[in-house]
């Protein structure tokens, strides 16, 4: 049943002609700033990051102001889906110490890499990712994409990181238990460049959160809203995502709400302005 609201023909009119209330006003002049945030991190950013965006620009709300503004422009993040693990930790090779122990920072880039493998699902088959990723600044330092999860892989994204970032001797590498990781072929190349090997403990994937954090990121911001054709289009568009979007404009709230590449340019920055402790 629909109720009458009691309001007199003067009254109504007069309401029209009412000047709008700054609370109004300012809600108007941020709702466009909010939606520009929300493009901006492809449709997939929540009210935290959308804080953390208005903040570089002096813009100070409540991230529950946010979300009555996003919707209110309906703005709402894409859905999200799980997905499962792809390495085989059920083999008689070596296995490393665990020399993390969940600790994910870095004091300096190039000191710590964690890296992983994934599957991207395409009408031709799988296409596998495995990525390197420096704790430091949560950069994808090095990827590489296969047909086939072999070692030969996950050595071809280390050899990309390597010979990108020249990372010095006494590195740590941390990863799974996967076959993969423990062939004696990527054995060979951490050892041939001084690294020193780290593994999670058996079947416990929050031993390498940083990693899997990254995939969940990729596969609900990206390859869940595809069908990908060929492995050539998804190679495409996973290298865009990592190489443009990610390390240059996707802000992470680890690193203060910045770009992985953007955080490793402002501290770069400082330290040559004032290379000691000030």
Not at 39 to 67: D, H, M
Request: with cysteine; hydrophobic share 35%; net charge positive.
């Amino acid at each position: 049943m629909c109720r009458v609201l009691q309001v007199s023909r003067s009254g109504y009119y007069e309401s029209l002609k009412r000047p709008p209330s700054p609370h109004r006003i300012e809600n108007d002049r941020l709702r466009p700033l909010v939606r520009a945030a929300f493009v901006k991190g492809r449709k997939n950013y929540g009210t935290r990051q959308i804080k953390g965006e208005l903040e570089k620009q002096a813009i100070y709300l409540s991230r529950r102001r946010i979300g009555r503004l996003m919707q209110e422009n309906g703005l709402y993040v894409q859905t999200r889906r799980k997905f499962k693990a792809t390495t085989d930790s059920k083999h008689h090779k070596p296995i490393a110490p665990n020399l993390l122990e969940r600790h994910f920072t870095a004091d300096a880039p190039n000191t710590v890499y964690v890296g992983d493998i994934t599957y991207i699902p395409t009408r031709e088959g799988w296409l596998y990712l495995a990525v390197v990723i420096d704790l430091f600044s949560r950069a994808v330092v090095g990827w590489a994409m296969g047909s086939r999860i072999t070692a030969g892989l996950v050595s071809a994204a280390l050899t990309m990181a390597i010979g990108t970032r020249i990372p010095g001797r006494g590195l740590i590498f941390h990863s799974d238990r996967g076959s993969q990781y423990a062939s004696e072929h990527y054995r060979k190349l951490l050892d041939q460049h001084g690294f020193r090997a780290s593994m999670s403990r058996k079947g416990n994937c929050w031993d390498n959160a940083v990693a899997e954090s990254f995939f969940h990121t990729l596969k609900i911001e990206l390859v869940h809203h595809y069908d990908y054709a060929t492995r050539g289009a998804a190679r495409a568009s996973i290298f865009e995502y990592i190489e443009v979007f990610y390390n240059r404009q996707r802000s992470h709230s680890t690193i203060g709400y910045q770009a992985p590449l953007v955080f490793e340019a402002i501290k770069n920055n400082s330290e040559t302005l004032c290379p000691e402790n000030c």
